[in-house]
């Protein structure tokens, strides 16, 4: 018999799941690629947050909860599922190096050094194969002690930073015209990864629980965004914020000892979040990836070595971090529209979940517009999927991506 979990494990365990240090530097980017007025974006994507939030926790009660992939093959067929599954282990990787960036320039903020995030990001795809490699997993309880911390760090550093804001950080408010709000609504797609974890925790909480757990994960996320990003804003300015944000509002609150502070937070939780990641990259490519005659695991070294070759491919630039998270963004945006188009064959009709999928979907189209030529590498991705289907039809299975 599953143990069923309380309303407050329940809902750290979700926000746990949303929540990660994408949050750190995600809002910086997308302040910087659309100024102030990257707030409107991002209040929609919060608002297709709950949608999918909904849709998921439908999808639970619906089929028990199995992840994306199976719910994509039940309303498509295998193939659709397979696709689903490729998405995430190919695309994904390329994001497990943004992370890696994101902790680097965290540091960089402390130490300096025009190199100093990709080689942090190097040595800690190194450490998260390592780690996996010999089978150490973050527990969700040490996974729910970070988000808390986390949540801790965010809370403090708005508190202490925002009596220094101001309101002309806020003017011109779309310095870059209001066209750069497609960009950066595409960047903050990041934020969107995790919802479906309302489907595959359902079998665990009490039916009365699920709608207040979900909704309490919706806001308590939601004003962890809303309140860094306007914080960044007003006390930084969007053209003054670097890639280590919160670093730069704790030195403006508390000192230099503020940034030591966050350099120290910023990197374990980036190494926590990136062994997450790949520890459930390993578990989806141990179906996808036939066994190689090698004495290590194919399923966990082949999306390292995506994750090096996407770091190695934008080595140097200064905008490696953005065209990272677009990759991935692209990749993520067909697995949610795929899996809200399936929600609305699954489904009820005419219930609250079908009809938070059939907004989904027509949200989730519009960022495949705002992907733009990002779409190219999911385009591959699929293509090549399914001649590798036709070309070995006795695997028809996969494990769906959690």
């Known amino acids: ?16 799941a949303v929540l990660g240090p994408g949050i750190l530097t ?35 009660r619906a089929t028990g909860g199995r992840g994306l992939a199976d719910y994509v093959r039940q309303g498509f067929g295998d193939t659709a599922g397979a696709v689903v599954g490729v998405l995430f282990y190919v695309g994904v990787p390329p994001g497990v190096a943004a992370l890696g960036l994101f902790g680097g320039e965290y540091l960089r903020a402390a130490v300096g050094g025009q190199h100093t995030p990709a080689a942090v990001a190097l040595v800690l795809i190194a450490l998260t194969y390592a780690l996996n490699a010999a089978g150490l997993r973050l527990s969700s309880a040490a996974q729910v002690l970070l988000t808390g911390i986390l949540l801790t760090l965010l809370l403090v550093a708005i508190v202490l930073a925002a009596p220094h804001a101001t309101g002309t950080n806020f003017t011109p408010f779309a310095p870059h015209g209001w066209g750069a709000m497609a960009p950066a609504a595409f960047l903050l797609v990041w934020a969107l ?14 039916p009365g629980d699920v709608l207040r757990i979900t909704t309490t994960a919706v806001v308590i996320i939601a004003v962890a965004f809303l309140g860094l990003s306007l914080t960044l804003v007003g006390v930084l300015g969007s053209e003054n914020t670097s890639a280590s944000p919160v670093a730069d509002l704790l030195r403006v609150a508390i000192g230099p000892w503020g940034v030591v502070v966050a350099v120290v937070l910023a990197l374990t939780l980036t190494l926590a979040n990136m062994n997450s990641y ?65 929600a609305l064959r699954i489904l009820p009709g005419a219930t609250a979940a079908w009809w938070a999928a059939l907004a989904a979907v ?21 293509t090549a999927t399914v001649v590798w289907r036709r070309l070995r039809p006795g695997r028809q299975t996969v494990v769906a991506p959690r």
């Not at 990864?193 to 009490?206: K, P, V």
């Not at 036939?290 to 140097?316: C, E, K, M, N, Q």
């Not at 519009?366 to 385009?379: F, K, T």
């Open 26 to 60: 995600l809002p910086a980017l997308a302040a910087r690629t659309a100024g102030p007025a990257f707030l409107i974006p991002l209040v929609l994507i919060l608002v297709l947050s709950a949608l999918l939030a909904v849709t998921f926790v439908g999808l639970g």
């Open 193 to 206: 990864t995790g919802w479906e974890a309302s489907a595959n925790l359902f079998a665990t909480l009490r």
């Open 1 to 16: 018999m599953t143990t069923q979990l309380s309303f407050t494990r329940g809902t750290a365990l979700y926000v746990a």
């Open 362 to 382: 027509v949200a989730v189209a519009a960022l495949l517009v705002a992907a733009g030529a990002y779409l190219i590498c999911p385009v591959v991705i699929v």
């Open 278 to 342: 790949v520890a459930s990259l390993g578990a989806l490519g141990r179906d996808l990836v036939p066994r190689l005659p090698s004495r290590h695991d194919a399923s966990l070294w082949i999306p390292t070595v995506i994750a090096v070759a996407s770091l190695a491919a934008t080595w140097g630039r200064a905008d490696a971090a953005t065209v990272l998270v677009g990759v991935t963004a692209a990749s993520q945006v067909p697995v949610l529209l795929l899996s809200c188009g399936a």
